[in-house]
């Protein structure tokens, strides 16, 4: 499969196309099909665990929490495509802002042994 099927096989399957990905065709051919292959280890077409609902909020979670906004618009748009329940798109949301939360707590231990320490 070249680059061009490839970009259109996303087409079909996000709606759209990120415009990283699509302007990395005409650089770089080869790394859209990296991208596939690892896509192919990551999500396999054959006996997967998780079904296509469960795949798309868990990319979904890590393209919020890895703030990467092409990632969340692609797969918003395969949300929509797929009809995945409002609700279930929601609780999704709030998980990740839960475990952002508890992240920036974590992150914080230092600031917290520090003013452990402190004199008042």
């Known amino acids: 499969m070249n680059a061009n099927d490839i970009l259109e096989m996303m087409r079909k399957g996000m709606g759209q196309v990120p415009a990283a990905i699509e302007k990395s065709v005409p650089v770089d051919p ?3 099909q990296e991208h596939m292959r ?3 280890f990551a999500m396999p077409a ?3 665990a998780l079904d296509e609902d469960t795949r798309t909020l868990i990319y979904l979670a890590a393209a919020l929490a890895g ?3 092409a990632c969340v618009k692609a797969m918003a748009n395969k949300i929509a495509q797929l009809g995945i329940a409002a609700d279930k798109v929601v609780e999704t949301v709030h998980i990740v802002r839960l475990a ?3 992240k920036i707590i974590g992150d914080a231990e230092p600031v917290f042994d520090a003013l452990a320490r402190k004199p008042d």
């Open 100 to 102: 952002m939360a508890t």
């Open 38 to 40: 690892s896509k192919a």
């Open 67 to 69: 703030t990467s906004p």
């Open 46 to 48: 054959e006996n997967p």
């Open 30 to 32: 080869a790394l859209i």
